[in-house]
C-alpha cells in the first residue's frame, strides 16, 4: 500500500480487518516495524479521534509521530495554483508540502471540504497535492469526500459484533444545525458496498449522495421501513450533495430514540463522533445498552495501526 485515502487502496478489506483484530490482541508485536520512521499528521481542521488514535498507533509502532495543527499554528496555506500571493495567504501548499516530505516518512492529513464548490471539494485538490508535492506516502485523515481511516474502523466494529455471517446495516440521516460534509457518509457507504452485509441508506428527500459511494444500496425515504429487522445502525448527518452543502430540513422526526429500535434486530447504534446529544442521536441511546460509539473509536487505534503497518511494509 502507498497512500491511503480510499477503499480502492486495499485490494482486500476482510484480510485487512482480520489484520486489525490481530493487532487489537497483540498492539506490541510490530513495535520495531516503525522504529526511526516519523509520521507528520497535519491537521486543517478541529480533531479529537483521528489524532489521538493516530498517534498511539504510531507509537505502537515504534514510529514518532509529530502533530501540526496547520490552521492554527502553520502559516496561512495558498492552494490555489498561478495566483500572485498578495493577500493573506502565505505559504504555498506546494513548498509547504515540499518540506513536510523532507521531514516525514508517512504524512497523514485532514483538510475537511469548503462545501461552497462541490465540483472543487470532490476533486480532492488539496489531498492530491500534498500527495504530489510531499512524494511520500499519504493516509488520508478525514478529507473532502472520504474518512477511509474511520470506515475500517467501523467495519472492525462490525464484523466484532456481528451475531450472523450476513448483518443488516442501515446508515440513517439524522437532524443536525450545522452543514456537515458527505466525507463520512460517502466513505461507511463505499465500504459496506464492499463488506459482507446487506446495505441500505434511508434520508430525507433531496439528501441522496453521489451515486458513485451508494452503487449497491438499497435507498429509501422510509426510515421506519428501513429500519425493520436491522442489526447495525449507522446514524450521521450531513448537507445536500446535490443542492451542494444546503441544510433542506431538520426535522426532529429523524431523530432516533430507543421507540424506533423496537422493530430493529436489538440494532447496535454506532457514530462516528463527535455526536450532538439529542440534536442528532437521543442521549437515551448514547447511555443504553445499544450503543457502540465508544468500541468504534477504541478501534480506531487499529484501523490506523494496520494501515500504518500496511505502507511501512510496502515502502521501507
Ligand atoms: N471526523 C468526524 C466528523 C467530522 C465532521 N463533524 C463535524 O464537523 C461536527 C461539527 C459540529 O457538530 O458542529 C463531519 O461530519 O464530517
Ligand atoms: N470520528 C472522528 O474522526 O473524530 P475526530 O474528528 O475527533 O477526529
Redesign the pocket.
Known amino acids: 500500500m502507498r497512500n491511503f485515502t480510499s477503499v480502492a487502496d486495499v485490494t482486500d478489506i476482510n484480510a485487512l480487518v482480520n489484520e486489525a483484530l490481530k493487532l487489537k490482541k497483540n498492539p506490541f508485536a510490530f513495535s520495531h516495524l516503525g522504529k526511526q520512521k516519523t509520521l507528520g499528521l497535519i491537521f486543517l481542521?478541529p480533531?479529537l479521534?483521528?489524532r489521538l488514535s493516530s498517534q498511539k498507533a504510531a507509537t505502537n509502532l515504534g514510529m514518532e509521530a509529530i502533530v501540526m495543527n496547520i490552521d492554527k499554528e502553520g502559516w496561512a496555506l495558498e492552494t490555489r495554483d498561478g495566483v500572485i500571493m498578495n493577500g493573506t495567504t502565505v505559504e504555498h501548499i506546494r513548498e509547504a508540502a515540499g518540506v513536510m516530505g523532507q521531514y516525514f516518512d508517512i504524512l497523514g492529513i485532514r483538510s475537511?471540504p469548503g462545501l461552497q464548490n462541490r465540483e472543487e471539494d470532490y476533486s480532492e485538490d488539496i489531498l492530491q497535492k500534498f500527495i504530489k508535492y510531499a512524494e511520500i506516502p499519504v493516509v488520508s485523515l478525514?478529507s473532502g469526500t472520504r474518512?477511509p481511516l474511520?470506515s475500517l474502523a467501523d467495519l472492525i466494529t462490525i464484523t466484532e459484533h456481528k451475531t450472523k455471517p450476513r448483518p443488516k446495516v442501515v446508515l440513517t440521516w439524522a437532524p443536525?444545525v450545522?452543514a456537515?460534509?458527505q466525507?463520512?457518509p460517502n466513505s461507511f457507504a463505499e465500504w459496506m458496498s464492499q463488506a459482507d452485509v446487506d446495505f441500505v441508506v434511508t434520508h430525507p428527500e433531496g439528501y441522496e449522495l453521489a451515486e458513485e459511494f451508494t452503487t449497491g444500496a438499497t435507498i429509501t425515504h422510509n426510515q421506519e421501513e428501513a429500519l425493520e429487522n436491522a442489526d447495525f445502525i449507522y446514524v450521521?448527518?450531513?448537507s445536500a450533495y446535490h443542492d451542494y452543502g444546503k441544510i433542506l430540513t431538520t426535522d426532529a422526526s429523524w431523530l432516533l430514540t430507543n421507540e424506533r429500535l423496537k422493530t430493529t434486530n436489538q440494532a447496535k447504534v454506532m457514530h462516528?463522533?463527535?455526536v450532538?446529544r439529542d440534536l442528532e442521536l437521543s442521549a437515551e441511546i448514547l447511555d443504553g445498552p445499544n450503543s457502540l460509539v465508544i468500541a468504534e473509536a477504541a478501534n480506531r487505534v487499529f484501523a490506523a495501526q494496520v494501515v500504518l503497518k500496511k505502507i511501512l511494509e510496502a515502502n521501507f
Request: hydrophobic share 30%; charged share 25%.
Open positions: 481542521n480533531s479521534r483521528t475537511f478525514e474518512h474511520q443536525h450545522k456537515l460534509p466525507a463520512v450521521k448527518n450531513w462516528c463522533l463527535p450532538r
